[in-house]
């Protein structure tokens, strides 16, 4: 994943507001996200009621900011 500029700045200034880790940052912020927006949550609910969800609970990938 990259992110401009601008996104990395704030990225790293709300992690150290925090005094947490990037990843946590961008985990905590996708989950606010997705649970937030209802014509997402429908469609998750909706089309996609019989596939299974991936199992990549605490699986890691290295999230390269430049």
């Known amino acids: 994943m ?6 990395r700045m704030r990225l790293t200034k709300y992690a150290e507001f ?5 990843s946590y940052v961008v985990s905590e912020a996708l ?6 927006d209802k014509e997402f949550q429908c469609w998750l609910s909706g089309q996609h009621a019989n596939t299974s969800e991936p199992n990549t609970k605490g ?3 290295q999230l390269e900011l430049k």
């Open 2 to 7: 990259r992110l401009d500029d601008e996104a």
């Open 18 to 22: 925090l005094d947490g880790s990037l």
């Open 31 to 36: 989950k606010l996200v997705c649970n937030k």
């Open 59 to 61: 699986e890691s990938f």
